[in-house]
């Protein structure tokens, strides 16, 4: 992990390295493409909304890295907890 706070990488690699928590990474929306373009979801004042597509691993993962918008219109990635106030998931069929 080449970016985080140290607290992140504590609380996240680990679990991930023994197997008792799983993640994933959502970035594509829409029809499915991950260009910058195309990521539509924002962030502000520490919530994020948007909808991403269906993820490798969704249904199961404790956490996702999602790629969003900021205020200055800037893409980062943020850490969502999937088990967090406010967070649908759906079934893959």
Known sequence: MIA???AQ???LLPPMIDGSRIGT????EGMGNPSPE???AKVASGH?????MPVPDGEIAHFAV???RDE???IGVYVVELSGKGVARGKCR
């Open 4 to 6: 985080g706070s140290e």
């Open 9 to 11: 990488k504590q609380k």
């Open 25 to 28: 990474v959502a970035l594509a």
């Open 38 to 40: 195309h990521i539509k």
């Open 48 to 52: 994020l909304t948007g909808t991403k």
């Open 66 to 68: 999602v790629a969003a």
């Open 72 to 74: 200055a219109d800037n």
